[in-house]
């Protein structure tokens, strides 16, 4: 088994490997071991695609969840790609701010300059922009902090793949 991962910088860091068995087995050891009754984690299998995320008494805002992506590949081998990170509603939620803070940068970039042109007071117009690019800078440090409170649970979900796979 040959794994690649992405750098640890990444908010939803990756993995990918290449594995000596069918798709199909791959699949069913995840539908064996998930539907146990001893197992905790909650997830969804569609098709080649598996949702695992972190049992419900123990999930927080900052939970992970693991997408795992198996493909067929030649001579009976499957290719496992795998995706940590915050449930979809948390992840949109994130973005939008993202974009919120992008857009109103824009947006008062354009009236410091137009009131610059006109010769008016563009003090506030060009504090908001001095400030709009350190609350992104901020926001991205609290996403590397809500990652890092998430990274337990990460290494959980993470064994109990492995452990899947191994079977």
Known sequence: M???????IH??????????DNQDNLISKFKENL?????????????????IDVPKDENHFWSPQ???????????K?????????KPTVWTLFM??????????????????V??????????????VVILPVIWILMYFIGRWGKSTGNKQMDELYQFMMKTLEK
């Not at 908010?11 to 000596?20: H, T």
């Not at 939008?96 to 300059?113: L, P, Q, R, T, W």
């Open 96 to 113: 939008f701010f993202h974009f919120a803070v992008a857009v109103a940068f824009i947006g008062f970039a354009v009236v410091a300059y």
């Open 35 to 51: 539907n146990k009754g001893d197992c905790k984690y909650c997830s969804k299998i569609v098709d080649g695609h598996i949702i």
């Open 66 to 76: 693991l997408n795992i992506e198996i493909e067929q590949n030649e001579n009976n």
């Open 2 to 8: 040959t794994t690649k991962t992405n750098s640890n």
């Open 115 to 128: 009131q610059w042109t006109l010769k008016t007071d563009y003090s506030t117009a060009l504090t908001v």
């Open 11 to 20: 908010l939803r860091p990756r993995f990918k490997m290449e594995i000596v």
């Open 78 to 86: 499957s290719i496992v790609k795998g995706l940590f990170g915050p």
